[in-house]
């Protein structure tokens, strides 16, 4: 896994990158918790369940199936006033899918553990994508970070995460702009 903040952090450049509106707190809270919550799998470990099982720690709850069922699930209780089913509302389930398995991508991008089961329930085979640039950060407390391997995740973290997610939002920042001028300007043609 990346760390907690890893996931978060990404979770909110796709945030400013996919949306153009003011999002509400509601928004950002569930976006951070949806890149989170496949973790939630570590528990099987307290219940002996085997790393490789279909519930064990990167298993179902890191599947494409799960993220989707998620994003579903968080657009129909928390985004109906926008009208469920409606393309808005769809375009929330979308996002959250996607916040959701950004999680297992970037697990899939790390160097330890056991891959992801991303076809799970079909196949119970676990991936890694050929290049894992991501030191993996063990589930532990705060005060492992301050030790040196949790230096060593903070900055692989950095380059990876950080980094390419503020490249994320200045270059959608920037494109999102230069369209709305560019169709004001073609407006004020045609006027
Ligand atoms: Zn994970």
Redesign the pocket.
């Known amino acids: ?2 760390s907690i903040f890893g ?1 978060a952090v990404t979770s909110i450049a796709l945030g400013k990158a996919y949306s153009a509106e003011k999002e509400s707190l509601n928004f950002w809270l569930l976006a951070v918790y949806c890149s989170v919550l ?2 939630g ?2 528990i099987a470990f307290y219940f002996d369940v085997p790393y490789g099982h279909l519930l064990g ?2 298993g179902l ?2 599947s494409i199936l799960f993220a989707a069922f998620l994003g579903v699930l968080v657009a129909y209780f928390f985004f109906r006033h926008v009208g469920r089913f409606t393309p808005r509302w769809w375009r929330y389930a979308l996002f959250f899918f996607l916040v959701t398995l950004s ?2 991508i ?2 899939a991008l790390s160097n330890g553990g056991l891959g ?1 089961a991303f076809f799970s329930p079909f196949s119970n085979q676990r991936y890694f994508f050929p290049w894992r640039p991501l030191e993996v950060s063990p589930i532990g407390g705060l005060t492992y970070f301050f030790s040196s391997e949790g230096w060593r995740v903070i900055r692989s973290e950095f380059i990876w995460i950080w980094l390419p997610s503020i490249l994320l939002v200045l270059v959608s920042t920037g494109v999102r702009r230069y369209l709305i001028k560019r169709k004001n300007a073609s407006l004020t043609v045609t006027e």
């Open positions: 896994m990346s996931h496949p973790d799998d570590v720690h990167r709850s890191h999680h297992a970037s697990d992801v």
